[in-house]
């Protein structure tokens, strides 16, 4: 089984809220008649597979991937007001639930508006009790505010209840204003973001209080698996690294899963080498302009791994994960 953990999907309830708004997205069209979302420093355009659960089949089926995990992107509903963002979350969730209900190419996470927190344990509840969702995409900062600060604890701990499987994905980077020129913010931006997140979560204690929570990090982890050495050196060297946790930051950092939206063999064979075979994740960023499942597709199947590895990555690891057969 092929399974593509990281792909993205604004369904078109989604689309219709933010242009009948109000909304503090903005949503205009390219000569091609394609949606371009615009938010602060960034904007998406919305190809068809972006937007069409039958084209996206179609493409699915060319490549031969038998599943994809769809979750929500950038700007994510928290750029919006909290009453908005908890209306858009419940739309959004709702179409994603129908998808893997009523098609047999999908899985997938919820989104949560993040920037109500109470809102956001209770979308989480019902994503899992009642929309059968296996836990949700969250975002790398939260309008500024880290996933570590104590405004998220009530939503951790229903995670870790619940046993959810929570991804982050980057979103608008900290310092996003020296990130303008050269796509910047995405190429470099949201790797750092994501990297920050995931080491402030540990070194914060979430996982260890939280232990039945399953963290996946997008795109290889960013640099956690390069740099996860010196985060070990920094709870060596600096009490306030040990403050919140009693052992390694690399062995919870370890536990962690990685998607492989980094299509280089020598960066997936350190995160091999770093959190295990069965800890890694075939992803293609589809259908963004930087994704590419035939990439995907060919970065795993030239991995020197065992076959029983390789089926791991191409898809059994993420079908252990999310519960399914």
């Known amino acids: 089984m092929k399974i593509d953990f990281h792909n993205h999907y604004y369904p078109p ?5 933010v242009k009948k708004g109000p909304a503090k997205v903005r949503m205009d069209y390219d000569a091609e008649g394609n949606p371009r979302l615009h938010y602060p420093g960034d904007y998406n355009i919305l190809v068809p597979g972006h937007r069409d659960l039958d ?8 490549h ?6 769809i979750t929500f992107t950038t700007p994510g509903t928290h750029f919006e007001e909290p009453a908005t963002a908890v209306e858009m979350a419940t739309h959004i969730n709702d179409a994603f639930a129908a998808a893997v209900r009523e098609r047999q190419h999908f899985l997938s996470l919820a989104t949560l508006p993040l920037n109500d927190p109470a809102a956001s344990v209770r979308e989480l509840e019902r994503a899992m009790k009642t929309l059968g969702l296996p836990g949700a995409m969250v975002f790398s900062n939260v309008n500024g505010v880290a996933l570590a600060d ?3 604890e009530p939503l951790w701990q229903k995670a870790n209840e619940l046993g959810a499987v929570i991804y982050i994905h980057p979103a608008h980077p900290l310092g996003v204003e ?3 020129q050269y796509w910047l913010m995405p190429l470099v931006g949201f790797l750092m973001d994501t990297t920050l997140a995931a080491a402030h979560l540990v070194f914060a204690g979430v996982p260890e209080r939280f232990p039945k929570i ?6 290889m982890g960013g640099a956690v698996p390069y740099l996860a050495e010196r985060f070990d050196r920094g709870y060596e060297a600096f009490a306030e690294c040990r403050q919140n ?6 062995t919870y950092l370890k536990q962690m899963y990685y998607d492989t939206v980094n299509f280089d ?3 997936i064979e350190l995160a091999i080498k770093f959190a295990g075979a069965g800890h890694i994740l075939a992803g293609s960023d589809y259908p963004h302009q930087i994704g590419s499942i035939p990439k995907m597709l060919d970065a795993v199947s030239r991995l020197p791994v065992s076959p029983a590895e390789r089926e791991g990555i191409a898809g059994r690891n993420a079908a252990n994960l999310l519960g399914v057969g």
């Open 245 to 250: 946790i009693s052992r390694a930051p690399s």
């Open 13 to 17: 309830q989604y689309l219709a809220a």
């Open 64 to 69: 031969g991937v038998d599943k994809q995990v």
């Open 214 to 219: 399953k963290w996946v990090l997008c795109h």
């Open 178 to 180: 020296a990130m303008e």
């Open 150 to 152: 104590k405004v998220y």
């Open 55 to 62: 084209y996206r089949e179609g493409v699915l089926k060319k």
């Open 265 to 267: 063999q020598n960066c």
